[in-house]
């Protein structure tokens, strides 16, 4: 019998018990939506995590503070020392200090930072207005979003001139020197887009022109993201604390990768429910065709030919669970992300997608339920090949 | 041996031949003798009527005939090929082709339309869907059933039914059509017309029948009687023997019947 014949032949056993077909095809579609909803949403949230974190390049970059000890210290000189390890491509430091911020009557407590534009690179900073200042510049400065919603700025703090009354602790100083204050008015360049704490970035060289002579920490640039951990040895040595953020990724992927485990175990379990219904629809449908088939073969149809007739019907409810399934699944993901893209935007917020699928994935979970349903059509297949026509035809 | 052969003018040779054949089943634990040595003869373009009490082993041996039942000994060959040496697929191969059978009750692919149910016996045999369609309406036509093409086959009557079986039975141009107390369930009217369908598919299209009945009247229709007691065969009369050569075998069944087949 040609296949076609076969097809169309199981199509239309199918099609002439429609509830039943439909039945079986619903469970196989709502076990597959589950599982491609699952994983999308776990994909979604591991996604969202890592991307906000990182880019790329932050892989390769190692944070150096000063340990609890005190006599420990990020100076010029272990700067160079920085540089001189293996495979370091940069590094920069930066300084942190208490302020008063100034504009007009409105005064905020927040904090300065003195950092270079190749520290402000590392960092990966997002301005939402303006530019960044030149490290030679003595008078332009970022503010971040909460110092200017802080500020009576009026929304727009670009070209704004502010006033900084910085406090020095004595750690930053040279030995026995005290902690001092200086004052500056700075006009802002541009804001960047933090709405935590308010803070001011300042050229380095602003706070070491005051006298300045150690970091608060420093970032370190690997040639290479493999190189991290060894260099983060290398500088633990030293006595000082380095972090990497490749640390908390790999932490939160080891997490994602549980959290996967478990919502496909709950997909899997989902998946041998729906494959028992059809086994049983496929069952219930061989006793009541036996004297059909009976017939069929005593007409000249091959054990192969009805083999294949049952495997088929398997394969096609599969199919047609599979194929309704991942569309209700990646359908409701898709709802839902625009859902959340418009709440987002109408309440001011950044939109998340928190449902997220690949294209192979949807794929191998198709051809995998497929494959499903054509592993659970062998064993009626089989007996339904084996039937022996005279006793099918005798039989009632 | 009491069936004595009444062959005197065969020149041709038997269409199908039995030898010795032997069948016993098993109940419980004895075995139950059905066949007891049968040897028969059946030449190209009779009209064989196999007549028999019930139990006698009337089914079995038709069974066995068309493939279905390995005998315990004997042979059976058909136009000299050994039935039983060939492979369960190559005796399935044969049903498809050189077998067109009716049995008492009518049997139907039960999510298939009329056509598509005679069409059933050509799709098995590897024809494309759009060409036994064709060749099943025109089957169809012969009989006056056209307009019940599209129809549930349970939907019709039980002559129609049957009718539509005999189509199904001849639309892949068999060599014998075997038919077990085709008219069994129906009214004596049906079975007059149904009868008379069987006879012109053996004078028109020279097609040799084998059929098992109760009915004494239909003796009119044969060629040859073949009476069967206890597993054996008691007498053999031929009434007149027409024989077919091979050559002479009209290619398609279909083209030969002229018009209407009633």
Redesign the interface.
Known sequence: ??F??LL??AY??L??HKMRTILTAGGVAISVGFIVFLISFGLGLQRISTDQITNLEALQVLDVSIAKSKLLSINDETMNKFTKLGNVEEAHPQVSSATKISYGKSSIDGVAYGKNTEYLKLEDIKLTAGRQYTNESTDEAIINVAAQNQLATGGDALGKEITLDVVIRSELLPKDEKAKQFSKTFKIVGVVNDKSAPFVYVPLHIFTDNGVVNYSNAKVKMLNKNDVNQAKLQIENMGLKASSIKETIDQINQFFSIFQVILISFGGIAILVAALGMFNTLTISLIEKT??VG???????????VYWLFTLESVLIGALGSVVGVASGVGLGVVLNSAIFGLASSTGNQAVELFYIPAYLIFLILGSSVLVSLLTGVYPARRAAKIS??DA?RYE | MIGDMVNSNSSGLPIIDIIGLNKSFAVGKNDVEVLKGIDLEILPGEFVLLFGHSGCGKSTLL?TL?G??RPTSGNISLRGRDLYSMS??AR??????R?G?V?QQA??????NVV?NVA??L????Y??RDAVKRAEHALELFGLAEYARYTPTELSGGQQQKVSICRAIVNNPWIIVADEPTGNLDTVSAEEVMKIFKSINEQAKRTILMVSHNPDYEKYATKLVYMKDGLIEKVVSRKTVLVDEDQYPSDLLAMARGNLL
């Open positions: 019998m040609r076609s014949y169309y032949l239309r056993n099609f002439s004297r059909e017939f069929m073969k005593a007409l000249g149809t091959m054990r192969h030919d026509p005279l035809m | 069974n068309i279905l039942e369960e697929d399935a191969k044969v049903r498809q082709d077998f059978m049995h049997n139907w692919i039960k999510s298939l598509e059933y016996s799709m098995i045999a590897g494309n869907r």
